[in-house]
């Protein structure tokens, strides 16, 4: 067994409906503050997972199509080299692209470099109305304004299922000992969440698979997200 | 200017230095022995509850502090598990009598916080304590300490000093085993 993990997830899009249950669960875990209209507008909207939608076809034969995007957690990630104080970091014992808000000047160049554009920027101090306030989650920081900030695939619920005499302290946890927020709430298990250097894990059954495609995969940025290409298996008549 | 004004001139900035000074001076004495907060936390405590007394009567650590090897939080008993003894123990002590105040009226005692990280940096002791590290390490000889009082700086280097004396160095240096 490998040392170090690797991250991964995988994204049906199969079975994907769009129902954006995982951009609202990923709020609620990780403090994600929310825009209001104005904001929006401006392009400041803050969601660390967003679902893209497509049409296909002509009316009247025509299907939604959705395509769930949120930090690729690159191995050779475009964010890190360009940032100056090191804020945007490369965990080799994650296989994750870790942010840490405290080093962060917000340059935001790591926005600009990143081909998926799923780093956001807190153009103001975050503010949550009653009752959001009421359930900020205790484990991970509220960010603060002039910080980048982007999905860490839930670091606090790797964090804490392995800092815990179960978890054993070790490096590795059992394949489906945690979740993150936004595969708990998948509805339609279209998001599958594991260690890719564990060979009993769901996602390493999973892959290599005949559906499978990384998001601009020719950048040669490595992404840890991988896609199953949907219209293949229960759409159509 | 006649001597006499000059003589009169220098006594009056004299007097100003004096003023200036006893101000001063005050300031001081109101930092280091009115206000609390110079003092650090331990002062403020509701109840002025003696860690030695207890560690010398051979009570563990953990009695009280049961989250430390399971849980981030080493936590703060509730005022049931003091009262567990203290219905019987040393119950004519006035500090004694002040908790009894609190089991009576039903209320929790708001103990402050001796040590406080900065919200970004989550530090856990499960882990720690699993490792054999010392609850002295980080706080100090608290079984000598009457009022627990903060021992060490907390700060990134503190931490990363002894991280960098373990075996499995590279993973303790991972960022985000702290920052999230």
Known sequence: MAENNKWTMIVDLDKCTGCNACVVACHAENNVPIANEEEVIKGRGLHWIRIERYWEGEYPDIKARFLPVFCQQCGNAPCEPVCPTYASYHSDEEGLNGQIYARCVGTRYCGNNCPYKVRFFNWRAPEFDEPLNQQLNPDVPVRGAGVMEKCTFCIQRIQRVRQTPEGDYGPMTRDGDLQTACTQACPSDALIFGNLNDPESRVSRMLPNDRQARLLEHLGTEPAVYYLKGGTTNVGE | ?180
């Not at chain 2, 100003?16 to 022995?33: D, N, R």
């Not at chain 2, 331990?42 to 953990?62: E, L, R, T, V």
């Open chain 2, 1 to 180: 200017m006649s001597l006499l004004a000059s003589l009169a001139s220098r006594r009056r900035i004299l007097a100003g230095v004096a003023v200036l000074a006893l101000v001063l001076v005050l300031i001081a004495v109101y930092l280091l022995f009115i206000n609390p907060d110079v003092l650090g936390a331990s002062d403020d405590q509701p109840i002025a509850f003696n860690h030695q007394a207890h560690a010398q009567n051979g009570i563990q650590c953990q009695y009280c502090h049961t989250g430390v090897d399971n849980s981030p939080v080493a936590g703060i008993p509730s005022v049931y598990l003091c009262m567990g003894c203290h219905e019987y123990v040393a119950t004519e002590h006035p500090e004694i009598q002040e908790l009894t105040g609190y089991w009576e009226r039903q209320e929790p005692i708001p103990w402050q916080r001796v040590y406080d990280l900065p919200s970004f940096a989550f530090f856990n002791h499960a882990p720690h304590i699993s490792a054999g590290v010392s609850c002295g390490s980080c706080h100090g000889d608290v079984a000598n300490m009457t009022v627990a009082e903060p021992a060490v700086e907390m700060t990134m280097g503190f931490c990363l000093d002894c991280h960098a004396e373990q075996e499995n160095k590279d993973a303790l240096y991972d960022c985000l085993i702290c920052h999230r």
